[in-house]
T-cell receptor
């Protein structure tokens, strides 16, 4: 089955700086890679996703890049703000037959004012 | 749509008691997932359904855990008997299959404490 590894487990940045979180996956059949943000005590919520037919996707201050050859994908947050502080999870799935998401272990991002 | 609805939000029970967690997926979604979240193990998929049929229950920890989906708008996760190590947040999520693919929407979760 799929194995997703996520790094780093904790990340602290100054407000206004950029944050990068990286994930690797094992199953070359995986073709859908979402990122979820989970604030303390709340549910995971989708913030951005990418499919294997593109290498990069951007939504305002958030971008995700995908390298299918190396089997890794990354989340980039620019101009970080205190409200970006949360746990971020990457995930991967084969959106064909498997359907279930395999999650990374999460990154606790803290944006320092 | 109110999103995925889970109940109860919090449950405290004594070891050995039966616990039932409930989930109402988003109307029209054909996939339903049960996850367990702990500090040690992160987000673990327990079981998922497609069109009310269990597809993969390999994540269910042991026979004490069971899940049902009697219709498209309701699912339950039951633990009998419960143990302290079952304490966790249990999330239900639903999604709509088919192209362009899978986006899972999570419920608010049920925080279970077994004492």
């Amino acid at each position: 089955g799929e194995n997703v590894e996520q790094h780093p487990s904790t990340l602290s940045v100054q407000e206004g700086d950029s944050a990068v979180i990286k994930c690797t996956y094992s199953d070359s059949a995986s073709n859908y890679f979402p990122w979820y943000k989970q604030e303390l005590g709340k549910r995971p919520q989708l913030i951005i996703d990418i499919r294997s037919n593109v290498g990069e996707k951007k939504d305002q201050r958030i971008a995700v890049t995908l390298n299918k050859t190396a089997k890794h994908f990354s989340l980039h947050i620019t101009e970080t703000q205190p409200e970006d502080s949360a746990v971020y999870f990457c995930a991967a799935t084969d959106s064909g037959s498997a359907r279930q998401l395999t999650f990374g272990s999460g990154t606790q991002l803290t944006v320092l004012p | 749509d109110a999103g995925v609805i889970q109940s109860p939000r919090h449950e405290v029970t004594e070891m050995g008691q039966e616990v039932t967690l409930r989930c109402k997926p988003i109307s029209g979604h054909d996939y339903l997932f049960w996850y367990r979240q702990t500090m040690m193990r992160g987000l673990e998929l327990l079981i998922y359904f497609n069109n009310n049929v269990p597809i993969d229950d390999s994540g269910m920890p042991e026979d004490r855990f069971s899940a049902k989906m009697p219709n498209a708008s309701f699912s339950t996760l039951k633990i009998q008997p419960s143990e302290p190590r079952d304490s966790a947040v249990y999330f239900c999520a639903s999604s709509l299959g088919g192209s362009p693919g899978l986006v899972a929407f999570f419920g608010q979760g049920t925080r279970l404490t077994v004492v």
